[in-house]
């Protein structure tokens, strides 16, 4: 399988989206190429980016569609015609149906700020704060049909501080976040990704 043309799914600033493109300028992405940003909201400053990094970008209003699936199959059709082989998650703020999950199984992955399967779903970082706990960190996961269910491919833990604000602690999660998704991206570029049933393998 070759996973080295990505599409980059986006919903908001980007940033993981500038971190992986910067990456790729830099020869990071283990031979991998972003060849397309898809975003659900065309107004979303991501979208900005795309267009500075020079990639292409697929821009779609869900609402502007009859259903989910509908919307859904739009992008799998720009998937196919670009021979999209990753699916790369960066602040896509929406649920996938099987339309896009089906004929990618196994090629979506996920970024999460905590470590899974703790604080899974929204506001994560205000979750570990909210519970108290003395390490987090970000995992980086297979996607399937549930909420931050998918096989957890790589985590780093951070120690949380006392003091920490969810702006401070959100700070070193992003600086965690923008190197190790590059990492894992370039491994899937580079074919080093294995999955048995829900244990994925990285191989040096």
Same mark, same amino acid.
């Given at each position: 399988?070759?996973?080295?043309?990505?599409?980059?799914? *986006?919903?908001?600033?980007?940033?993981?989206?500038?971190?992986?493109?910067?990456?790729?300028?830099?020869?990071?992405?283990?031979?991998?190429?972003?060849?397309?940003?898809?975003?659900?909201?065309?107004? *979303?400053?991501?979208?900005?980016?795309?267009?500075?990094?020079?990639?292409?970008?697929?821009?779609?209003?869900?609402?502007?569609?009859?259903?989910?699936?509908?919307?859904?199959?739009?992008?799998?059709?720009?998937?196919?015609?670009?021979?999209?082989?990753?699916?790369?998650?960066?602040?896509?703020?929406?649920?996938?149906?099987?339309?896009?999950? *089906?004929?990618?199984? #196994?090629?979506?992955?996920?970024?999460?700020?905590?470590?899974?399967?703790?604080? *899974?779903?929204?506001?994560?970082?205000?979750?570990?704060?909210?519970? #108290?706990?003395?390490?987090? #960190?970000?995992?980086?996961?297979?996607?399937?049909?549930?909420?931050?269910?998918?096989?957890?491919?790589?985590?780093?833990?951070?120690?949380?501080?006392? #003091?920490?604000?969810?702006?401070?602690?959100?700070?070193?999660?992003?600086?965690?976040?923008?190197?190790?998704?590059?990492?894992?991206?370039?491994?899937?570029?580079?074919?080093?990704?294995?999955?048995?049933?829900?244990?994925?393998?990285?191989?040096?």
């Amino acid at each position: 399988m070759n996973y080295s043309r990505i599409a980059v799914f *986006a919903s908001g600033q980007g940033s993981n989206f500038a971190a992986l493109a910067q990456a790729q300028r830099e020869g990071r992405l283990g031979g991998g190429v972003i060849e397309l940003l898809v975003s659900d909201r065309p107004e *979303a400053p991501v979208a900005q980016r795309a267009q500075e990094a020079g990639i292409a970008s697929l821009l779609l209003r869900p609402k502007d569609f009859d259903s989910r699936e509908q919307y859904e199959a739009r992008i799998v059709e720009e998937l196919k015609r670009r021979e999209i082989g990753l699916i790369v998650l960066a602040g896509y703020m929406r649920l996938i149906t099987p339309v896009l999950l *089906a004929p990618y199984e #196994g090629r979506i992955i996920n970024i999460h700020p905590s470590l899974l399967p703790a604080f *899974a779903g929204k506001d994560a970082i205000g979750q570990a704060l909210d519970y #108290g706990v003395k390490l987090t #960190g970000v995992t980086v996961h297979f996607v399937d049909g549930g909420m931050d269910t998918g096989p957890v491919i790589a985590q780093r833990a951070l120690a949380v501080e006392d #003091g920490d604000t969810a702006d401070s602690l959100a700070e070193r999660i992003h600086r965690i976040e923008y190197e190790l998704y590059p990492e894992v991206v370039a491994a899937f570029a580079a074919g080093k990704i294995k999955l048995d049933g829900r244990k994925a393998t990285v191989r040096q």
